[in-house]
């Protein structure tokens, strides 16, 4: 396919509204990645999927972040109650095991700004 | 707990001069070390790895353990080298990624 594929490409809400971010990774990747990325530094780790099992969750920065991988495919991350420091790209990434000699293969990010 | 550090936020220098981009590192086991790139408009992409010992783009880079450095460089640098480049790390069979803030490179002719 075309790639790790990530809708919409940019989201304006206002604070307090909840958002949905969706991850289309390649085709047969078992691994699956969420980053955030704030302006001016290098994307920070959120979550890691196996398949439809999330095994890691330690860098969702509040209860708010919410992420799932139903069908061990498409994911999605949800914020509730947006804030402004929620503000920032949201990258996800696949790979086809999730082991560090198996490369993570970015989309293009949702730029997510909260008003 | 890991950490990557990228001193310089910009670089720029001239088209056919060498170019050198910094990288330290932090980390107590065994670690995998990156080099990812994002060009204008494009997506984050891997440029190389320190396991694989190889050149890409005619970049190298050499993983010291003693100075805890990665840092990435090229003799001739040319205008398409401009972009966005990321210093991460992991640790060995490990599957998360700590990148660095990042150095924009600019190549002017």
């Known amino acids: 396919g075309a790639g790790v594929s990530q809708s919409p490409r940019y989201k304006v809400a206002k604070r307090g509204q909840d958002v949905a971010l969706r991850c289309d990774p390649i085709?047969?990747?078992?691994?699956l990645f969420w980053y955030q990325q704030a302006l001016g530094q290098g994307p920070e780790f959120l979550t890691y999927?196996?398949?439809?099992?999330?095994?890691?969750k330690s860098g969702l920065p509040s209860d708010r972040f919410f992420a799932e991988r139903p069908e061990g495919s498409v994911s999605t991350l949800k914020i509730q109650r947006t804030q402004q420091e929620d503000s920032a790209v949201y990258l996800c990434?696949?790979?086809?095991?999730?082991?560090?000699?198996?490369?993570?293969?970015f989309g293009d990010g949702t730029r997510l700004s909260i008003l | 707990a890991q950490r990557v550090t990228q001193p310089e936020k910009l670089l720029s220098v001239f088209k056919g001069a060498p170019v050198e981009l910094k990288c330290n590192y932090s980390?107590?086991?065994?670690?995998?070390l990156f080099w990812y790139v994002q060009y204008s408009r494009q997506r984050l992409q891997l440029l190389l790895r320190?396991?694989s010992r190889e050149s890409i783009k005619g970049f190298t880079a050499d993983l010291n353990k003693g100075e805890t450095s990665f840092h990435l460089k090229k003799p001739f640098a040319q205008e398409e080298d401009s972009a966005m480049y990321y210093c991460?790390?992991?640790?060995?069979?490990?599957?998360?990624?700590?990148f660095g803030a990042g150095t924009t490179v600019t190549v002017r002719a």
């Open positions: 990434a696949s790979s086809l095991v999730g082991r560090s000699n198996q490369p993570q293969h």
């Open positions: 085709s047969g990747h078992v691994s």
């Open positions: 999927f196996q398949n439809e099992a999330q095994l890691d």
């Open positions: 980390y107590s086991g065994s670690p995998e």
């Open positions: 320190h396991i």
């Open positions: 991460a790390l992991s640790g060995l069979d490990d599957y998360k990624l700590s």
